[in-house]
């Protein structure tokens, strides 16, 4: 997660993480990915059943019933763990959360052991009640998902008149005194809506968008096709530096991310020494706290069937179930070859990220899509667009490195 508005727009300081310790469970949200613990967030993907079809689900959600489902109870004594273990954030998520009869009873029992509770939803669900209930059970974020505006959204979506239902759940937020976010998942489909997104953060004063770089799992496996090129990766990059900053000059911030290509930050760093090398300075030692990729680590998941993963995205691979063994022991059980791995690293890359100057930066960017594109978790993630003189390579220490698995012409969004 690279905060675009906090290094960019120098709205975060070095201090401004160091004034709390560092320390998860004191850190507000916003500064929470600077932590040193890294006592994990974690996603529980409470149910599986969506009333949407999106193309990029990572859990192939449909809209039908599931087996073996984690009950109220077992939910509960998973908050229980994960509040005495320390985790400093649960994020209720799916298929769609709201679709669970006991979401307001397990997110006001989260609320009370002392955990800060999110939801990620599709945001059509959400009329004026429902969000008038989510405030008195004090969430502390909703993030609504829409990967475009109007049409696109719905076709990427799989439902016609998705836009227009989670606009409205969106507004009804407001209304209702939540803090509300955006997320949306970039890829040829949508990248053109990108300013549109940001002029929707402006005109429904929306406080806080996501960027989310595709990942290759569930039905987004389906999607690689789909992805950026590289160059245009960093041209989208550019464009939502540039659009921050524009708000940001005019008197109208807003909390602008990218997630899930730590890539992002380096090409930031590098900007900034281009343009404001003292400010590139301190945007050095905030990328450092951050420590780039946190799968395994600073984030997990726990699957509706009790089933742990190193997030969201790995779930071909399970470190045991919450039904056998608390998610804390787990989550620090480092017999388990890869778990051990996972909490650090950088040493076990190989190709170009071995190589790369920016490693501890990025922490070898994101694993699962270097699995999901070459069989190797511990290959080079094909997402990253920085170039060989930008990560430090020489002649020398040059490798022959694979075709991208993305293709496509620069600066076509078609």
Known sequence: MIGISKLYCGVVEPSDPLRYGRKSKELPSHLLQFSQDKKPVVVWNMGRRCNLKCMHCYSSSKDKFYDHELSTAEGKALIDDLAQFGAPVILFSGGEPLMRPDLLELANYATDKGLRAVISTNGTLINRNTAKDLKDVGLSYVGVSLDGVGETNDKFRGVKGAFDSALNGIRNCREAGIKVGLRFTINRRNARDIPKIFQLLEEENIPRVCFYHLVY?????????????????????????????????????????????????????????????????????????????????????????????????????????????????????????????LKNKVPHLTGRCASCQWKNICGGNFRVRAEATTGDVWAPDPACYLTDDEIGLTRRTQQKLPADAVTGELSSFA
Not at 230 to 246: G, H, K, P
Request: hydrophobic share 35%; proline share 2%; aromatic share 8%.
């Open 217 to 341: 799992s569930g039905r987004g496996s389906k999607l690689i096709r789909e992805d950026l090129s590289r160059e245009q990766t960093r041209q989208v990059v550019d464009q939502i530096i540039n659009l921050t900053a524009d708000l940001h000059s005019r008197g109208i911030p807003k909390e602008v991310l990218t997630v899930d290509n730590h890539a992002d930050g380096v090409h930031l760093y590098l900007r900034l020494k281009r343009e404001n090398p003292e400010r590139a300075e301190q945007v050095l030692t905030l990328l450092k706290m951050n420590q780039g990729n946190s799968s395994g680590h600073g984030i997990g998941c726990v699957s509706w069937d009790g089933e742990v993963y190193a997030d969201q995205f790995w779930r071909h691979y399970s470190f045991g179930n919450v039904r056998e063994r608390n998610f804390s022991e787990i989550w620090t059980d480092l017999s388990n070859p890869l778990m051990a791995k």
